[in-house]
């Protein structure tokens, strides 16, 4: 979507992924070239090391050849190297969400391109992340999937869920920053 949106086109609803060869079990792999291609500075007329294509019926001049097909918008962000600044750009969008849930003293904690959070603010976080796309790229994002889970305490011992007793830890670990000097102090005899 962002590299999309750098040039001013929209991917539209269908994965970038699996539109290249319309075979999904393929998906990982094509997100593999699709990557190394937008990060290379060079064409890559060999295959990077870390690809496997045995078992796939496909060579690397194949591969290569179907990503820049199925992204004509795109084609001529591959082999520029941009593939850091979209990291950059991706680092950016977080950055803009964590210190809007920091505000609020809600932890939003950064997962990939995923966001672990109360799920209470579930629907407040896809808008915080509408708007930092938006804000970078003044393009709408087409699609943020929110996957809502709900974690359940292991045990009693969470009853209390606020950051002040997640904070403190469980009973029985108050003592540990005296116990970690202790044990300092005792090493540097």
Request: charged share 25%; proline share 5%; net charge negative.
């Amino acid at each position: 979507y962002m590299a999309y949106a750098r040039v001013g086109a929209t991917l539209g609803s269908d994965d970038a992924y699996d539109r290249v060869l319309e075979r999904p079990h393929l998906r990982d792999i094509v997100k593999q070239a699709f990557n190394a291609m937008l990060h290379a500075t060079t064409t890559l007329s060999s295959k990077p090391h870390n690809i496997d294509l045995d078992g796939t019926g496909l060579s690397w001049r194949e591969l290569r050849s179907a990503v820049l097909k199925s992204h004509q918008p795109i084609e001529h962000l591959f082999f520029s190297g941009i593939g850091n600044h979209l990291q950059f750009d991706d680092s950016c969008i977080a950055e803009a969400v964590m210190l809007h849930f920091a505000a609020m003293d809600a932890p939003a904690l950064p997962i990939h391109d995923s966001f672990i959070i109360h799920h209470g603010y579930g629907s407040e976080l896809e808008e915080q992340m509408r708007k930092a796309f938006f804000n970078l790229y003044q393009q709408e994002v087409p699609e943020i999937v929110p996957i809502v889970r709900e974690i359940e305490p292991a045990s009693d011992e969470w009853e209390d869920l606020s950051i002040e007793a997640i904070l403190a830890g469980p009973k029985g670990y108050e003592d540990y920053t005296k116990r970690l000097q202790d044990w300092h102090e005792w090493r540097a005899r």
